[in-house]
């Protein structure tokens, strides 16, 4: 991936795309399968993200109560484990996999995302504003624990998706995930296996 005064690069094995943002148009020549069409997506789309000042995150979200909740984690946190608790309990899904979160006049909010994990639903376009965000740690009894900042915020960096090698969007990577830990400190959630009553501790 490179970029330079409004133009876009985005290479890979199986993709080639040159994309002109300010003119709103581009060219892309890509193998014709959906893996191809995800990896170009999720370039772009946390490229796009990083420049506006979001960011695109690896976490479960959910939506409950018209504010989503988002869980960073990599693989084997549990976050597709949490989000089929939350989905039998009631709440909404917004991907058990990548979120979407972007700052906005009134705060920080969740998008709907196109990219799941095991759930591998459609989801919705949709957007909610944030309500928590909650490193997840499995444990026998539910429990909401104060996090430390530098804690969550290694641990939001090394969810953090970006494709990039550039020093400027490597800062505004750091940028973002620091202005979002600041707006919406986190806090730790433990949570078991077998139960969704974590729902009622989050809000």
Known sequence: MESAAGRLELR?????????????????????????????????????LLESGGLMLHSSGIA???????????????????????????????????????????????????FWGEMRAGGRQANWPLGGIFLLKKAAATSVLPCAPGEAFRTVMRCLVNFSRSAEVSAA???????????????????????????????
């Open 12 to 48: 890979r094995g199986d993709f080639n795309a040159e994309i002109f943002s300010g003119a709103g148009r581009g060219k892309a020549a890509a193998a014709p399968n959906e893996q191809c069409l995800d990896a170009f997506l999720r370039s772009l789309i946390s490229w796009n």
């Open 64 to 114: 409950l109560g018209g504010k989503a909740y988002v869980f960073p984690g990599k693989s084997g946190a549990g976050k597709s484990t949490l989000a089929k608790l939350a989905l039998k309990a009631g709440a909404e899904v917004i991907s058990d996999e990548i979120n979407l979160l972007r700052p906005g006049p009134r705060g920080w909010r969740v998008y709907g995302s196109p």
């Open 173 to 203: 990577a750091l940028l973002a995930a620091g202005r979002l830990l600041a707006a919406v400190p986190a806090r730790r959630l433990g949570f078991s296996k077998d139960s969704a009553d974590f729902l009622e501790l989050i809000g």
